[in-house]
């Protein structure tokens, strides 16, 4: 039988603070809630470097309606019993099961004490793993057409305080990346990563500067905004601390994991 959903959607689309209220409800089904830390989760794990917060208007509608589907169908699922199927139930045992030795493994990590000391020895003695390479971050604009890339570059060019704010408007409204989603906007790269074309052109920007010719590549067309850049060098030790202490406590966890097995394998009934 046919089940009737009866269905109460609030979007909240007016501007300012109110898209970026903490778990702000979005939609209700059905009576239960959708929030947008459970859209921006969606968001985060379906398009690659966007947030629920960098998307325009029609693009947040688009994810809470997404939202809105998955809930229904969720609804749908329970209302057939999946959760009685034996395979279901075979499966949600092995992922309990491997979420609990998650949780297991991360409280003993914890328990592993690094002190300062340890971890600046570490960074000292071991330097060239800190060293990097000079890289910068950039927002681009990609088109089609030199056409289209000349006249974005002289649209910008009437922009001066607020040329990246203009930048990432136009990059949204008018790129056909994949980043045109979050304004354009790429990760930190080193000169290598990116194809020649596009990299020494980032490299030689001033910072909160755009490139004045399009840059093509195989790609398309490219209008570059510089937004910062990093010398080589080595990271300073209160940035990579986290990871060193990480990294030391595993090496101190072996021998305690390798021993507490030795232990447990002594007094189990092992066939």
């Known amino acids: 039988m046919k089940v009737v959903f009866k269905i109460c959607i609030i979007f909240y689309t007016l501007i300012g603070a109110s898209l970026f209220a903490s778990d702000k409800v979005v939609a209700t089904v059905n009576g239960s809630k959708i929030t947008e830390s459970e859209v921006n989760e969606y968001v985060i794990s379906s398009l690659n470097g966007a947030t629920f917060y960098s998307l325009n208007q029609s693009e947040k509608k688009v994810a809470i309606n997404k939202m809105i589907t998955r809930k229904l169908f969720l609804e749908e699922a329970k209302q057939i019993n999946i ?38 020895i570490y960074y000292r003695d071991n330097q060239d793993q800190f060293n990097h390479p000079a890289s910068v971050k950039v927002r681009h604009i990609l088109l089609g057409t030199e056409i289209e890339a000349k006249k974005i570059i002289q649209e910008l060019n009437n922009y001066f305080s607020d040329l990246k704010e203009k930048f990432i408007s136009l990059a949204k409204e008018k790129s056909t990346g994949p980043s045109s989603v979050n304004g354009g906007e790429l990760d930190w790269f080193i000169q290598e990563q990116m194809v ?7 490299f030689r920007l001033k910072k909160g500067t755009i490139t004045q010719t399009p840059v093509q590549t195989q790609f398309g067309y490219h209008v570059i905004y510089l937004e910062d850049r990093k010398d080589a060098g080595a990271n300073p030790f209160e940035e990579v601390k986290a990871g060193i202490v990480k990294k030391l406590r595993f090496s101190k966890l072996k021998p305690k994991l390798d021993k507490l097995s030795k232990k447990l394998r002594e007094t189990a009934k092992i066939q």
């Open 83 to 120: 959760s009685d199927n034996p395979q279901f139930i075979l499966d949600l045992k092995k992922k309990t099961e491997n979420l609990m030795l998650d949780y297991w493994m991360k409280q003993k990590v914890e328990e592993i004490i690094v002190d300062d000391r340890e971890a600046k």
């Open 196 to 202: 020649p074309e596009f990299s020494e052109v980032a």
